[in-house]
């Protein structure tokens, strides 16, 4: 996306938030449209919970909606919606211990993958397993990882947000943030270590 | 093996989020060393995998993208909602506190307005109770001003007279201060601007009259006529008045005190035959205001 393209998106974004009317679905429709893929993947990753993201985002935009007057333009609308949906997921994570502890994934990766994939309707391709299971591995390094710093690394790795944007939306500072990727990456390379030394492609 | 520093820097510069001259440095580490080029290909490789993996997450099925469009609107309408209610809450606050402080404006008017009619009426009613009841104790009197404390009930009272045809009395209760007017025929009690009559007639001009006329032996042959008698330790000065009016002074062997009321008004009257014009001291100088006579 280039950066013209981004303001423009942005410009769109406030205008539709503050401006809004409660008889113009539309505009709703429009604005919560634009970020609900990136909202859900967003909390999903930190919650690990499809479900319960749903529910965090939808209290997202209700809490955003909730108190627009209090907010100005200060950073991008998208960066104010992660920071709200962070301390949503955090919230929820505390109140019900939804994230599912590292024994947990531990015992999930000790049972074969090919055996858990299937689709019912019979053996998976090699090459759809082996992405299965390295999309696993991921899954299960990025699940040690605190939820600050799983939501760090997804808004960088995914999102591509530049280290500022990522400290605005999880409300920390840049060296905060350069170490959570830093370390984020580790987890995840060291998992992943019999790929990289066997130089398979991991995509 | 890197060090955790220089694996951070890398980290980092695959970001793009070092400074230029970092960025150089990292560029000539990865030139010399084969050991930093392996850990940042290993960086980029996984790097690359989250994204892949991201990728794969967040694709959607068939179900799961048809379902979106259902989760949107739910989400879009609760947005809509509350901020309809907060709209409708915000109008409704306005109007409360617009209400509100209409209502505390009047309230304040109001407490305003009695407060002003209640310290003119207490002020009227102070005077009238210190006529009524208080007692005073004279304290100094000089040429033209006069000062009096009164120890009464509600604390110590300061009353200062200054002299003049209009004379312009002025008390301070411990509370408020007070003025009024006395002058020939009135007495007016003054409430800041205000100015309302406490007496029509001041009978203290009437006694005053009186005793002078006493004092001359000469009566004034038209309101007062005076008689001395002296017998034993006491004297006396009978007044004459109009409508057949009788007051009578009793003075002991010192010229003093006598009580007299004259018009419902008690006055306590001193003789000092040898001061001349000053033959007489009237201790209730401030007029119209009585003075118990059990408390002389």
Known sequence: MEPNDATTDDDRDWELFLQADPGDQNAFRELVGRHFRAAIGFCTQVLNDPQLAEDVVQKGFVKLFGAR???????????????????????????????????????????????????????????????????????????????????????????????????????????????????????VQQRLRPYLERGERVR | MIDSELSSKLSAYLDGELSEEDSRNVEEILRNNAQARAAFEDLRRTSAAMRGFYDVENDLDEASSSR???????????????????????????????????????????????????????MLRGVLELMESDHYELSSRTAGESELWQVGPRGRFHLRRVGGAGILHEGFDG?????????????????????????????????????????????????????????????????????????????????????????????????????????????????GIPVEEAAR
């Not at chain 2, 003025?179 to 007496?199: F, M, N």
């Not at chain 2, 419902?264 to 001061?275: E, I, K, M, N, Q």
Request: glycine letters at 8%.
């Open chain 1, 69 to 187: 007057d209090r907010y100005s333009r200060q950073a991008r609308f998208r960066t104010l919606l992660f920071r709200v949906l962070l301390r949503l997921c955090i919230n929820e994570l505390q109140r019900k211990k939804v994230a599912r502890p590292f024994t947990d994934l531990e015992d999930e990766e000790s049972e074969p993958i090919q055996s858990r994939i299937k689709d019912g309707r019979g053996e998976l391709p090699e090459e759809e397993v082996e992405r299965k299971e390295l999309g696993e591995m991921i899954r299960a390094a990025v699940m040690t990882l605190n939820p600050k710093h799983r939501a760090a690394l997804y808004l960088r790795e995914y999102e591509q947000l530049a280290y500022a944007d990522v400290a605005t939306a999880l409300d920390a500072t840049l060296s905060e943030v350069k170490i959570w990727i830093h370390r984020g990456r580790q987890a």
């Open chain 2, 68 to 122: 979106e469009a259902e989760v949107v609107e739910r989400i879009s309408r609760a947005s809509a909602r509350v901020v309809a209610v907060r709209s409708h809450r915000g109008r409704r606050m306005f109007l409360w506190v617009g209400g509100f402080l209409l209502l505390a404006t009047l309230l304040v008017w109001g407490l305003r307005r009695l407060e002003r009619s209640r310290s003119v009426g207490e």
């Open chain 2, 175 to 287: 509370r408020r201060t007070w003025r009024y007017v006395e002058g020939d025929r009135k007495v007016i009690l003054l409430s800041g601007e205000a100015a309302r009559v406490v007496r029509e007639e001041n009978p203290w001009k009437r006694l005053e009259a009186a005793l002078w006329a006493a004092v001359d032996e000469e009566g004034n042959g038209e309101t007062w006529i005076a008689e001395s008698e002296s017998g034993g330790e006491r004297e006396t000065i009978v007044l004459r008045g109009p409508s057949g009016k009788r007051i009578e002074l009793s003075f002991d062997a010192e010229g003093g005190p006598a009580a007299v009321t004259l018009d419902g008004v008690a006055y306590v009257v001193t003789r000092r035959p040898a001061l001349g014009d000053e033959a007489f001291t009237w201790e209730t100088w401030a007029p």
